[in-house]
């Protein structure tokens, strides 16, 4: 089962590295996406983030990093044929959103 973990990742942060870590024990390939939307303004360059994520990955077999410049989550995992989306929850307004 292939697995998404989409976000800005600007920046990568141990809460990220943890949810990873847990994802790759869970599914047979975790792929984490930078998802760069241009009426954002990042910290960090796009290809900043996918070298720290690729860093923070060296040692997770399952785990390849991608990024997405456009259109909808939904059509990526069309294309990329994945099962299951992962998310974080950072805290009680993640729960209301």
């Known amino acids: 089962m292939r697995a998404l973990f989409p976000g800005s990742f600007d920046p990568v942060t ?6 990873l870590r847990r994802a790759a024990l869970l599914f ?3 792929v984490v996406c930078v ?3 241009a009426n954002k ?4 360059p796009v ?3 996918l ?3 690729r860093a923070a990955a060296t040692d997770l077999s399952n785990v390849t990093v991608d990024s997405h410049t456009g259109g909808l989550l ?6 990329a044929g994945i099962d299951v989306v992962i ?6 307004p993640d729960l209301d959103y």
């Open 28 to 30: 047979d390939e975790v």
């Open 14 to 19: 141990q809460g990220h590295q943890d949810i």
């Open 35 to 37: 998802m760069f939307n």
């Open 74 to 79: 939904v059509d990526y995992c069309g294309r």
């Open 87 to 92: 998310r974080g929850v950072r805290g009680v």
């Open 51 to 53: 070298g720290r994520l």
């Open 47 to 49: 290809t900043e983030r």
């Open 41 to 44: 303004t990042g910290r960090f």
